[in-house]
């Protein structure tokens, strides 16, 4: 039943998600004068932050660490950002939501659809610094696609579940807040959890390490994605699928509860 | 049965309360739990039903606070009744006067877009319709400039012209409008007017001038806090109302 529902909504709905991402990217880039030449310049300034962090204070040294920074970057900022905005999403949409039906979940999509996109631009960045340094390509760089996959839907449940609490917990964003934080120092943004093939050494001993690369989905993803895009290594496939199924069934709850409590959020907010 | 078959909109004992969710904080949950028993519970509407058959114009009235607009939400579909079913038949459905919510950031071109996909047209539709919205909200210019730069009749204009031109089957209407300045107020009654009349559209009104609904409306509901006290025509309902009001 909720399945049906979801994919008739979804493709009723999809025309205004689309076309609203889209509008507020425009009206970002409108509001300010070459406000999008932000979408580099972030990523590109705290990657010098992190360089000055890792290599001269904790005097360590990645190969290839811009790259190796900018793609935990980037990954991280989408999914913290469509997270974080999840929390208040609804009271955000005030003006829509209490004036028409809309599956509330396709707000969440439409963050994915405007942060995403930012994500895209900034890591023509990692395409950049990759030529720059020659990172040699294998046929492994096919595996961003399920990785960028089970990114997507990791996002998507985590966000839909906090966007329903979000509604009723006041303080909510307080702890998210918070709880990213910590996500951004355990995700290894800046450092490497585990040691990848010969040239890159774990800053976490182990067991921990590896425990962190399970537990911690957004860990797993960077990691996967550094390993084959610049090392020429496989994925954790196990994790990685593992990780496809938990985010799918977090969707699946997170649509559900929208779908049973969402007629009482207009009485909330 | 063919009376069953033609209705637009049956609302069978439909309760709608304002109660179990109030917002929480963790913090506060945390420090001073005791203060978290009651929850209030305040019941809007009490088991209301009716039907509206298709193509008729009813009319509800009521004293402020009598559930008249919640119920009007829930035919909206903008929150479900606690108890009870509203069935729509597969019509479409649309509240006109307030508009679909505009995002203030954006061109009143791209809310156009915008309301009307969320009022389920899909990109053709509405480029179609386009022109006759623009032209029919008088904004001539403003039409590309961002939503917040709008006068508030600006806003309610432009609320009103895309609710009216892209006509659903059935349209509800809270309060008859009064929207932007006099000559604007007087085509944009015509133009509910014909959008009213029109024999294949069912709508609702909610209102609180008797004189307007007996011009519009085919049968009127009067509810009084919560529970349907009288239903019938204009002229049986209209002048007890009056009566009770006063």
């Not at chain 1, 999509?109 to 631009?121: A, D, L, N, Q, W």
């Not at chain 2, 978290?36 to 058959?53: H, I, N, R």
Request: net charge positive; hydrophobic share 45%; charged share 20%.
């Amino acid at each position: 039943m909720t399945k049906m529902r979801f994919f008739k909504d979804f493709k009723r709905f999809f025309n205004y998600v689309v076309f609203a991402s889209k509008a507020e990217l425009n009206s970002e880039v409108a509001d300010s004068f070459l406000s999008w030449l932000w979408w580099f310049l972030d990523p590109l300034l705290y990657m010098l932050v992190y360089s000055f962090i890792a290599v001269v204070v904790f005097k360590s040294g990645v190969q290839y660490f811009p790259v190796f920074v900018f793609l935990g970057l980037n990954t991280w900022t989408f999914f913290s950002k469509t997270v974080k905005s999840s929390v208040k999403l609804v009271s955000a949409k005030k003006n829509i939501v209490t004036k028409v039906y809309v599956p509330k979940f396709m707000f969440v999509f439409e963050k994915i659809g405007v942060y995403g996109f930012k994500m895209i631009i900034s890591n023509l960045l990692v395409v950049i610094t990759m030529i720059g340094y020659k990172v040699p390509l294998t046929w492994r760089v096919l595996w961003i696609i399920p990785i960028t996959i089970v990114l997507v839907v990791v996002t998507f449940g985590i966000s839909t579940i906090i966007m329903h609490f979000g509604v009723f917990v006041e303080d909510l964003l307080n702890v998210i807040t918070v709880v990213l934080q910590l996500g951004f120092y355990l995700s290894g943004i800046f450092y490497s959890i585990e040691s990848i093939g010969k040239n890159i050494k774990g800053r976490v001993p182990d067991p921990y390490g590896t425990l962190l690369v399970k537990l911690n989905p957004m860990a797993l993803l960077i990691t996967d994605l550094r390993r084959v895009l610049l090392y020429g290594e496989n994925p954790h496939w196990v994790m990685l699928i593992a990780w496809f199924v938990a985010g799918l069934l977090m969707s699946f709850v997170g649509v559900q509860i929208i779908y049973k409590f969402e007629n009482s959020y207009v009485k909330v907010i | 049965m063919s009376d069953v078959m033609d209705n637009a909109i049956t609302v069978s004992d439909v309760k709608i309360r304002y109660r179990m969710f109030k917002k929480i904080s963790l913090l506060k949950t945390l420090l001073a739990p005791y203060k978290y028993k009651k929850t209030e519970l305040f019941e809007a509407v009490k088991g209301v039903s009716f039907e509206v058959p298709k193509g008729q114009i009813l009319g509800i009235v009521g004293k402020n606070g009598s559930g008249k607009s919640t119920l009007l939400k829930a035919i909206a579909g903008i929150f479900s009744p606690d108890e009870g079913k509203i069935d729509l038949h597969g019509h479409s459905v649309s509240l006109l006067s307030i508009g679909v919510g505009f995002q203030p950031k954006l061109s009143g071109r791209e809310n156009i877009y915008l309301s009307g996909l969320l009022l389920g047209f899909n990109r053709d539709q509405i480029n179609e319709k386009l022109d006759e919205i623009i032209e029919f909200s008088e904004l001539g210019d403003f039409i590309d400039r961002p939503v917040k730069t709008y006068s508030s009749g600006m806003y309610s204009k432009l609320a009103f012209s895309i609710t009216a031109i892209l006509e659903t089957e059935i349209m509800l209407i809270d309060e008859v409008l009064s929207v932007g300045d006099a000559k604007f107020k007087k085509k944009s009654y015509e133009k509910m007017r014909s959008l009213i009349t029109n024999a294949d559209r069912t709508v609702v009104i909610v209102s609180h001038s008797s004189e307007t609904l007996s011009q519009l409306c085919d049968t009127i509901l009067w509810l009084h806090e919560g529970e349907i006290k009288m239903q019938g025509s204009c002229d049986e309902v209209l002048p007890k109302y009056e009566e009770f009001m006063s």
